[in-house]
């Protein structure tokens, strides 16, 4: 969950400290010594400046199932926090959360395209294109790689940077008093800048803060099933506010809304606890995202018949998707210095 004002205050004073690391990291990538490589095809990072809750992962999901439909060959390239293992392989969309890593292993299942996991994202990129030389002889569609949560992963060079951002990372500050990975003048590193749509006046200052690149304005939609009373909520994301107001305002009363840290790995104690206060509650079911459930596990099977749980689907849109998926496209184009496979 968010860092309350009162803790922010009282962090201030290591803002510095987190600073001078930022410096330092950037002084390595300037002189090589944390060298940027590059894959053999394009790489479109999908990132953000804060901690989490920007929707990257919709939005990955909907620009795999784009590019897809325009006759790219797509794999998406991801970190897998959270997961136990440390090679790179391929997400198997009946894995776990606890092989994969949540958010890769949604991927694979909602976008049908590969997904690859590595901490170094160039070594799942590796693994990628070696799958794609097996191949090659048969499948002659163009291939783009999309790396997921890959702003601040400047080890691997990528071809598009599109960076999600919305008013609060505008307003926030850097961690650790705030919620920012890095400040706000990083933004200008990025090729698109992803904002939400029903913030009318965000695109204007970005403009006046002399942003002159791209802007996308994404519609968020979360698809909610019909329910018959109040439900229990409960989620585990880095803002859950925005989950339960989704759900508000797409007409359910939460009855009990239950936050958990983010990436909560699920345990039979919190079964119980969710059902309890389900129950004390006076809820008819409970409700969780899709993340959430894909973390549950099998334990998302133990809920009792009188509280089923349900899911609900957060679903990102680009705004005039046609011409910006293909001024996308456009930047996609092999360059000369990549070899054919």
């Known amino acids: 969950m968010r860092n309350s004002t009162g803790l922010r205050k009282l962090l201030l004073p290591l803002v510095p400290a987190y600073r001078l690391a930022l410096w330092l990291r950037e002084l390595r990538l300037g002189t090589r010594l944390e060298p940027v490589r590059r894959l053999r095809f394009p790489v479109v990072s999908i990132g953000n400046l804060s ?36 090679l790179p392989v391929r997400v198997a969309p009946d894995g776990t959360a606890e092989e994969f890593g949540d958010e890769p292993l949604l991927i694979a299942r909602e976008a049908g395209v590969p997904v690859y996991v590595a901490g170094q994202r160039y070594e799942a990129g590796l693994l990628a294109e070696g799958d794609a030389q097996q191949t090659a002889g048969k499948d002659h569609r163009p291939r783009v790689h999309l790396l997921d949560d890959g702003f601040q992963h400047r080890q691997l060079a990528r071809d598009v940077d599109i960076l999600l951002m919305n008013r609060q990372d505008w307003q926030d500050g850097l961690l650790p008093a705030g919620n920012l990975r890095e400040p706000l003048r990083a933004a200008r590193r990025a090729t698109v800048i992803a904002i939400p749509a029903d913030d009318l006046e965000l695109e204007a200052e970005l403009k006046a803060w002399g942003w002159e690149g791209s802007v996308w304005r994404l519609h968020r939609r979360m698809e909610v099933p019909a329910i018959d009373g109040s439900v229990a909520a409960f989620c585990g994301i880095a803002r859950p506010e925005q989950f339960f107001a989704g759900l508000e305002a797409a007409g359910l009363h939460l009855a009990a809304p239950i936050a958990f840290p983010d990436h909560q790995r699920y345990a039979a104690g919190d079964l119980d606890r969710l059902v309890s206060s389900a129950r004390s509650s006076g809820a008819t079911a409970l409700i969780t995202t899709e993340k959430d459930l894909v973390r549950l596990g099998k334990l998302s099977a133990a809920f009792p018949e009188s509280l089923p749980l349900l899911t609900a689907c957060l679903r990102i849109e680009i705004e005039h998707e046609r011409e910006a998926i293909e001024w996308l496209v456009g930047r996609l184009k092999p360059a000369p210095a990549r070899r054919p496979l």
């Not at 989490?52 to 939005?59: D, E, I, V, Y």
């Not at 325009?70 to 136990?84: A, E, I, N």
Request: hydrophobic share 40%; no cysteine; net charge positive.
């Open 51 to 86: 901690t989490g809750g920007a929707g990257k992962t919709p939005l990955a999901i909907a620009l795999a199932k784009a590019l897809a439909q325009r006759g790219f060959q797509v794999d998406v390239l991801s970190r897998g926090y959270g997961r136990r293992g440390q």
